[in-house]
């Protein structure tokens, strides 16, 4: 499994988020502005939800996560 990660200024809320590529790879992206542990535990939250295969189901509560992240609450 392949994982590309970038780093990008990111509203103060947002702590990181991932999508799913069409070629089967997930691009994770997390916040510049948090320190590098922040960032290195952001990370491995986002490994959870790729390796537990969150965005291979569709569910109520994966979508209310997919928003909660992308809403950055």
Do not use: W
């Not at 809320?13 to 590098?36: E, H, Q, W």
């Not at 922040?38 to 990370?43: K, Y």
């Amino acid at each position: 499994m392949d994982i590309i990660v970038k780093i990008y200024d990111l509203p103060p809320r947002v702590k990181a988020f991932t999508r799913a590529n069409p070629d089967g790879s997930y691009t994770v992206i997390l916040n510049a502005k948090m320190c590098r542990d922040g960032q290195i535990a952001a990370f491995n939250e986002e490994l959870r939800h790729i390796s537990g295969g969150d965005f291979d189901r569709i569910d109520r509560a994966n979508i209310v996560e997919r928003m909660r992240h992308v809403c950055g609450e």
